[in-house]
């Protein structure tokens, strides 16, 4: 896997051949999906197929969002799973607190996590949720229940709970959040948009529900070639004169910005 995967791929776990699509589309990281987009009455096949997936190693790192611990599936999922030599990682579906984050981790030993935050509760939560666990990898917004439980109707209303969760994670040491879902799989312009406010935000990398959406959110966080140039430019002058210093074009750099250089560049390594 790539040091900075950009695409997570989900697929619905009843849906085998949907899942082996997934694994072939090119995603960095496929998501195999127990929780809604399987319906209750097929649960237990989901359950079933996707740890027969996961008993030989997929080609592409596989993590498998649960159902939540509170509903009658869940518990029965992270038993089922956990164990699967297959399996890289599982996404916790509605966290609210830490002490469900370390529930699992007891039950999942030696298994990475990663929570979603999917109500206002859990986004006032966000910073202890995301310092709950050392195997806890990362933390992510579930947009669709969080606009839900806020009465958001308009998306500009997500930001700050974006920047909140942004912040929590690089605050516990966690990697910047991927961002949630585009849901309208045929609104490339609207994704691309979307991804490019995103970015700014400071997001790193997107769910998608369609292999369509794949190339779309790559390009959206891949590194231009304006930013290419301009992070050799300022680790080559970090090369020659250590300490904060000022640039030709009068831009300022120090530490943090040869770091964030650094980060562009691996990142350019990709196309």
């Given at each position: 896997?790539?040091?900075?995967?950009?695409?997570?791929?989900?697929?619905?776990?009843?849906?085998p051949?949907?899942v082996?699509?997934?694994?072939?589309?090119?995603?960095?990281?496929?998501?195999?999906d127990?929780?809604?987009?399987?319906?209750?009455?097929?649960?237990a096949?989901a359950?079933a197929?996707?740890?027969?997936?996961?008993?030989d190693?997929?080609?592409?790192p596989?993590?498998?969002?649960?159902n939540?611990l509170?509903?009658?599936?869940?518990?029965?999922?992270?038993a089922a799973?956990a164990?699967?030599p297959?399996?890289r990682?599982l996404?916790?579906?509605?966290?609210?607190s830490?002490?469900?984050v370390?529930?699992?981790?007891?039950?999942?030993?030696?298994?990475?996590l990663?929570?979603?935050?999917e109500?206002?509760?859990?986004?006032e939560?966000?910073?202890a949720?995301?310092g709950a666990?050392?195997?806890?990898?990362?933390?992510?917004?579930?947009?669709t229940d969080?606009r839900?439980?806020?009465?958001v109707?308009?998306d500009?209303?997500?930001?700050?709970p974006?920047?909140?969760?942004?912040?929590?994670?690089?605050?516990?040491g966690?990697?910047p959040p991927?961002?949630?879902v585009?849901?309208?799989?045929?609104d490339l312009?609207?994704?691309?948009?979307?991804?490019?406010h995103?970015?700014?935000?400071?997001?790193?990398?997107?769910?998608?529900?369609?292999?369509?959406?794949?190339?779309?959110?790559?390009?959206?966080?891949?590194p231009?070639?304006?930013?290419i140039?301009?992070?050799?430019?300022?680790?080559?002058a970090?090369?020659t004169?250590?300490?904060?210093?000022?640039?030709p074009n009068g831009?300022?750099i120090?530490?943090?910005?040869?770091?964030?250089?650094q980060?562009?560049l691996a990142?350019?390594r990709?196309?």
């Amino acid at each position: 896997m790539t040091a900075f995967p950009l695409t997570w791929l989900y697929a619905p776990g009843d849906r085998p051949h949907v899942v082996a699509k997934a694994l072939a589309s090119g995603a960095d990281i496929v998501v195999v999906d127990l929780e809604d987009a399987v319906a209750p009455d097929r649960k237990a096949y989901a359950r079933a197929a996707t740890a027969e997936l996961l008993t030989d190693l997929p080609p592409v790192p596989v993590h498998v969002r649960v159902n939540a611990l509170d509903s009658p599936w869940g518990e029965q999922d992270i038993a089922a799973l956990a164990p699967a030599p297959g399996l890289r990682a599982l996404r916790l579906a509605k966290i609210s607190s830490p002490a469900e984050v370390t529930h699992v981790a007891r039950r999942a030993a030696r298994t990475d996590l990663y929570a979603l935050l999917e109500t206002a509760l859990a986004v006032e939560q966000a910073y202890a949720i995301a310092g709950a666990h050392p195997r806890l990898r990362g933390i992510a917004l579930g947009e669709t229940d969080l606009r839900a439980d806020l009465g958001v109707r308009d998306d500009t209303g997500l930001d700050w709970p974006r920047s909140r969760v942004i912040v929590a994670a690089r605050a516990a040491g966690l990697p910047p959040p991927v961002q949630s879902v585009h849901p309208d799989t045929r609104d490339l312009e609207g994704l691309a948009a979307s991804c490019a406010h995103g970015r700014a935000l400071g997001f790193l990398g997107r769910a998608a529900i369609h292999p369509r959406q794949l190339p779309v959110i790559e390009r959206a966080y891949l590194p231009t070639g304006a930013d290419i140039e301009q992070a050799e430019t300022v680790l080559k002058a970090a090369a020659t004169q250590r300490g904060a210093q000022a640039l030709p074009n009068g831009r300022f750099i120090d530490a943090a910005v040869v770091t964030a250089a650094q980060r562009t560049l691996a990142l350019a390594r990709r196309r």
